[in-house]
Each structure stands twice: as structure tokens, then as C-alpha cells.
Nanobody, 123 residues
Framework: EVQLVESGGGLVQAGGSLRLSCAAS????????IGWFRQAPGKEREGVSC????????YYVDSVKGRFTISSDNAKNTVYLQMNSLKPEDTAVYYC????????????????WGQGTLVTVSS
């Protein structure tokens, strides 16, 4: 069974940084994709970033390009989201998600979800 556990959220001032972690279990970390999503209060869930082992591709939503970096540590079965220059509008619950099999970052294929971690950016 694929399981994902997020950590690293917290309260930070605008301009600060946080690193989120998504620890994965239940699948071999040599053929995977992990996506990060966020949902702010009263807003729809938004895809933020994704990394795919298939071709090493990474993807970012325009609003975080140049500020967020997704990376993976295959030895630890963990994907990270380094968030720099945080803004109040980055405040949200952040979730990681993965396909149950394969390395597709297509949102419709990301069917396993973690419980989320809250990021609050104060102005």
C-alpha cells in the first residue's frame, strides 16, 4: 500500500523559507512521481509542483517558479519542496500526491494523497 506523509509546515514571515518533506512508502522509489498541491481557505486545490523519475522532469506552477524547488532523495524515499521568498498568498495546506503505479505527473493519475501540512506566511 502506497502511503505518503508530509512534514515541515509551520508559521513563517513573508520572505522566509520552509522545506516540506513527503516521505513515501509502499512502492519502489525508482519509478515514481510525486506532486505537491495546496489548498488555501475558500479556494480550490492547486497543483504546485511535480517531479517524475521517468525522465527526471520537474514542473512548477507559474506563481512559484524561481521561488520553489522540488527535489528527491531516493535513498530516503522522500521528496522535498524547498520554498523560498514566501508570500502571504502561499498560505495553504500543502499535500503531496503520487500515482499508485508509474511516474506520471498528470493530475488525474495522482491518486494517493498524504494528510497535508499547514504553511502559514505572515505579512
Amino acid at each position: 500500500e502506497v502511503q505518503l506523509v508530509e512534514s515541515g509546515g509551520g508559521l513563517v514571515q513573508a520572505g522566509g523559507s520552509l522545506r516540506l518533506s513527503c516521505a513515501a512508502s509502499g512502492f519502489t522509489f525508482d519509478d515514481y512521481a510525486i506532486g505537491w498541491f495546496r489548498q488555501a481557505p475558500g479556494k480550490e486545490r492547486e497543483g504546485v509542483s511535480c517531479i517524475s523519475s521517468g525522465d527526471g522532469s520537474t514542473y512548477y506552477v507559474d506563481s512559484v517558479k524561481g521561488r520553489f524547488t522540488i527535489s528527491s532523495d531516493n535513498a530516503k524515499n522522500t521528496v522535498y519542496l524547498q520554498m523560498n521568498s514566501l508570500k502571504p498568498e502561499d498560505t495553504a495546506v500543502y499535500y503531496c500526491a503520487a500515482p499508485s503505479i508509474g511516474s506520471s505527473c498528470y493530475p488525474g493519475d495522482l491518486e494517493v494523497w498524504g494528510q497535508g501540512t499547514l504553511v502559514t506566511v505572515s505579512s
